[in-house]
Each structure stands twice: as structure tokens, then as C-alpha cells.
């Protein structure tokens, strides 16, 4: 079975500190893993997926399968960085049927 | 162009009632999904369809229906609504690419309360 692990559930960071969302997870297969980001008022959409391998709003994620782990970083937070994250897996070449989501963690920006 | 717009946005029923979330789409997708949100459980897949005319078992399928007569539509529902359904159920829809992948489009989601 396929698991994620958010173990932060809140997270508070001061605007300019650096920002660090863990993910790990549970795999047997070759993962393909997310970052999915909700802000306030605003969808659920897709922030980052690790094979693209880019930095978006200056986010960065590196799958790490020794430590089974797709972290979510950024160098100098910003407010509207404030939002609730959710990591999620799926073995590669799978459909969405088959993501698995994290609990979410809620990422807190203190001006 | 709307994206996925789900109806309604709040609803509140009592123990038993029945109810159907309608979910629309305008991007001619092929794949739909239902999904719950509730609080340290993160979201837990439905149902969900690939297709006009198909649907398929997510993970947590008890309790709800679903259809898909339309390929532009997908509905939820739930025919007599418990307690335990209080949730955040969030409808999203993706395309189909040789690569299986296609990212996930949600709608803004329905806050349901069974009483």
C-alpha cells in the first residue's frame, strides 16, 4: 500500500526565514510525487511535481528515494506563501485514481 | 471558461435525506473525480469515472453514488445521508495523455453538515 506522511500539521514561519514542508512516503514502485497547494479563498491546483524539476513561486522539491522523502523548501518566505500544502504520491505511469494524499500541513507566513 | 464548478456550496441536511452535489466541467475532459476532505485525513478519492457512461470505486465509495450521463457532468449521491458524511467533498477533472498523468483541476468545493 502506498502511503504519504505529513507530519506537521501547522507550521508558523517569519516572512523572510526559511520555509521547510516535509513529505515522506511509502512505496514499493517508482513514485511520482506532488506538492498541491490550497490558498485562502482560492482551488486546490497542483504547485510543483518532481519530475518537472522547477522551482515555482520560489518553491523547490527533491525526491530523496534513500529517505523516502519530497520535502518542500523556500529560501525567504513570503505572506502570500500562507496556505494550507498537501504532498501526494502515485506509482509512475498510474492514473489519478491512484494519488494518494497527505494530510496537508497548514504553512503560516507571521509578518 | 469556468473551469469545474461544483453546486451547491453549502448544504445542510438531516439524518436520512437525500441529496445530489452536481459537479460541471468546460475543459472537455475525459476523467472526473469525487473526493472528501476532513480534517487530518487529507482527501480521500470516491468515485470517479473515465469516461462518459463508466464510474469506478475510489477508496471510500460507501454511502454515495455516482453517474456520469454527460461527459461534461458528474454527480454525487448521497440517498440517505449520516452523520459521518459531514465533510468537504471536492469534484476535480483531468484530461488523458498517452503518459496516464494529467494535473488535477478542482472545483471550489461543497461544505455539506448532516445533522
Known amino acids: 500500500a502506498q502511503r504519504v506522511t505529513q507530519p506537521e500539521k501547522l507550521l508558523s514561519v517569519f516572512k523572510g526565514a526559511p520555509v521547510e514542508l516535509k513529505c515522506n512516503y511509502s512505496?514499493?514502485?517508482?513514485?511520482?510525487l506532488f506538492w498541491y497547494v490550497q490558498y485562502s479563498r482560492q482551488r486546490l491546483q497542483l504547485l510543483l511535481r518532481?519530475?518537472s524539476r522547477e522551482s515555482i513561486k520560489g518553491f523547490t522539491a527533491d525526491l530523496n528515494k534513500g529517505e523516502t522523502s519530497f520535502h518542500l523548501k523556500k529560501p525567504f518566505a513570503q505572506e502570500e506563501d500562507s496556505a494550507m500544502y498537501y504532498c501526494?504520491?502515485?506509482?509512475?505511469?498510474?492514473?489519478?485514481?491512484?494519488?494518494?494524499f497527505g494530510t496537508g500541513t497548514r504553512l503560516t507566513i507571521i509578518p | 471558461n469556468a473551469g469545474v464548478t461544483q453546486t451547491p456550496k453549502f448544504r445542510v441536511l438531516k439524518t436520512g435525506q437525500s441529496m445530489t452535489l452536481l459537479c460541471a466541467q468546460d475543459m472537455n475532459h475525459e476523467y472526473m473525480y469525487w473526493y472528501r476532505q476532513d480534517p487530518g485525513m487529507g482527501l480521500r478519492l470516491i468515485h470517479y469515472?473515465?469516461?462518459?457512461?463508466?464510474?469506478a470505486k475510489g477508496e471510500v465509495p460507501d454511502g454515495y453514488n455516482v453517474s456520469r450521463l454527460k461527459k461534461q457532468n458528474f454527480l454525487l449521491g448521497l440517498e440517505s445521508a449520516a452523520p459521518s458524511q459531514t465533510s468537504v467533498y471536492f469534484c476535480?477533472?483531468?484530461?488523458?495523455?498517452?503518459?496516464?498523468?494529467?494535473?488535477?483541476?478542482f472545483g471550489s468545493g461543497t461544505q455539506l453538515s448532516v445533522l
Open positions: 501526494a504520491l502515485n506509482g509512475a505511469n498510474f492514473g489519478n485514481e491512484k494519488l494518494t
Open positions: 518532481h519530475i
Open positions: 469515472s473515465v469516461g462518459e457512461g463508466t464510474t
Open positions: 512505496y514499493s514502485g517508482s513514485p511520482e
Open positions: 476535480a477533472s483531468s484530461g488523458r495523455t498517452p503518459m496516464r498523468w494529467e494535473k488535477l483541476f
